[in-house]
């Protein structure tokens, strides 16, 4: 804890948007997969003015600020480890305008993805690349984390439809980035920059995002093997042989076990592979949809493409439940982490087998599932945290399982962030250019106050 008193930010904030209250404080102690928090003071800020209020304040004084959202992270970015401020930004959830003439629209950041969505619709419009969180998680967490979700396979990241961003940086200097345009080459391209920083660069008060037609034409199906291999290697064919998803989804057997225990839905229990294509027209849709299937069969896959649109509904709503399904599968166990590694999609096959032998070798079934496509592979390993050595095996075995990304030239996370959780990996993964990191924080905020126990390892 630091030694913050109210007394510089209440001559800056209304009243009702700040709380020393122990009670209000403790709802920010952990995020959806760690906890830690001890911030000594919250606030709840409406407008970008009342965020470079108070983030100006702060510098000055050298207090530390962590922005907090919806609190769905999954490695403890947003926990305020260190004391000072946390700093929510879900008061401020406008959306819109949307401007479907030039397929886009602003946001606040802490709009939830779902407003977004319905937002998009109203208009006929979409914005693909969400996480699974959508519809609990903020627009401006999904930029700080550089989220992405089951269509990034066709679409990309949500930085990849990010114009532009308004964020107010440690000093409280308020900044726009990017422009309107759909392309531009003007100046360091200070949007990619804070898109999956965190919260340690600058707080983001807008974003303007870009938007597309609602695909005319979607087909859903599924493809169930005899082996994880099978699968596994099916998916690494697909995307070679450049078939056109825009979801390409592994679930393995304990996944499915759960998912469907947890959304007491009927997953089914084979080594399965997901799939959604969408097309400007339905024969267009029916052409890449035989192709698929065809790819998928030569694979060893046994594939129905949905006569029942609903059913499939309901088989992938369990899915989207698998990350919640792994915190109820154990009573007794919870998840030391549940990783998201990603790798060159050549080596996803063999990312799987690893998930799962390591597993194996420190005595833990693991279950392995993930936006495949994208070579992306989540794991869980779930431990009796009451237990010493079943919490030190299992944070070996998850090391391994990072360790074995990386060799394979991938990441230790694909889409959640680095946090807490995942910064022991940063020098592994980015050798000298941790240095180059930290120069850039040092440059923006040279104080050191904005989220500064996240993403970067301590300095040597
Ligand atoms: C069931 C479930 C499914 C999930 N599925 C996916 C998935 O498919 N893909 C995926 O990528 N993630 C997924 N996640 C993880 C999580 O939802 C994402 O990381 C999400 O982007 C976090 O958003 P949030 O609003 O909860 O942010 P928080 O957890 O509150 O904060 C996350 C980080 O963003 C920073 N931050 C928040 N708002 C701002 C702001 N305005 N300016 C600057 N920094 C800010 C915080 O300081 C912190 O560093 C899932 C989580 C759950 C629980």
């Known amino acids: 804890m630091t030694d913050v008193s109210l007394g510089f930010l209440a001559d800056r904030l209304p009243s009702d948007r700040l709380s020393l209250d122990p009670t209000d404080r403790a709802e920010y102690d952990a995020d959806w997969g760690r ?47 260190t004391g000072g401020v946390t ?44 996480p699974q969180s959508a519809a609990f998680s903020t627009i401006g967490g999904m930029v700080a984390t550089g989220a992405s979700g089951t269509q990034t396979v066709k679409y990309g990241e949500v930085g990849d439809w990010v114009l532009g961003l308004e ?9 726009e980035t990017g422009s309107r345009a759909r392309k531009s080459s003007s100046g360091y391209d200070l949007t990619a920059l804070l898109v999956g920083s965190e919260g340690t660069l600058a707080v983001v008060t807008r974003v303007t995002l870009a938007l597309a037609p609602e695909p005319r034409a979607r087909r859903a199906g599924r493809a169930t093997f005899e082996t994880l291999d099978d699968a596994t290697a099916a998916v690494a064919r697909v995307v070679r042989e450049g078939v056109d998803v825009a979801t390409l989804e592994l ?37 890449e949809a035989t192709r698929c299937e065809s790819v998928l069969s030569a694979a060893g896959g046994a594939v129905s493409f949905a006569d029942d649109p609903a059913e499939m509904e309901r ?12 915190k109820t599968w154990d009573p007794d166990r919870t998840p030391l982490t549940v990783g998201d590694v990603t790798v060159p999609i050549g080596s996803f096959p063999e990312m799987v087998r690893s998930v799962r032998s390591i597993g194996a070798e420190y005595g833990f ?9 994208d070579g992306n592979v989540h794991y869980a390993v779930l431990v ?50 941790v240095g180059a990191m930290r120069a850039v924080k040092d440059a923006l905020d040279p104080n050191g106050t904005l989220n500064p126990e996240t993403a970067l390892p301590p300095a040597q």
């Open 365 to 373: 079934d693991v279950p392995a599932f993930g936006h495949a496509g």
């Open 35 to 81: 906890s830690g928090g001890d911030p000594d003071v919250v606030v709840w800020p409406e407008s970008t003015d009342e965020v470079a209020a108070v983030l100006a304040a702060c510098d000055e004084r050298g207090v530390p600020v962590t922005p907090y959202a919806a609190g769905s992270g999954i490695e403890g970015a947003a926990l305020a480890t």
């Open 251 to 287: 679930v393995d057997p304990l996944t499915a076990r759960m998912a469907s225990a947890h959304a007491d839905a009927d997953v089914p229990p084979d080594p399965s592979v997901y799939v959604e294509i969408h097309d400007g027209t339905e024969a267009g849709a029916d052409a």
């Open 384 to 433: 009796d945290p009451d237990d010493p050595d079943e919490v030190a095996r299992g944070k070996e075995a998850s090391d391994r399982i990072v360790e074995r990304a990386l060799a394979l030239e991938g990441t230790s996370t694909g889409e959640h962030g680095v946090g807490l959780g995942k910064q022991s990996y940063m020098s592994d993964e980015h050798g000298a250019a």
């Open 315 to 326: 088989i992938w709503a369990a899915r989207r439940q698998a990350v919640d399904a792994i």
């Open 167 to 175: 964020a107010v940086l440690a000093d409280g200097t308020v900044i």
């Open 87 to 130: 700093l929510d930004t879900t008061r401020m959830d406008g959306v819109g305008p949307v401007r479907p003439d030039d397929l886009q629209m602003d946001v606040a950041p802490g709009a939830v993805g779902g407003d977004v969505e319905a937002a998009a619709a109203d208009r006929g419009l979409v914005c693909p690349p969400f």
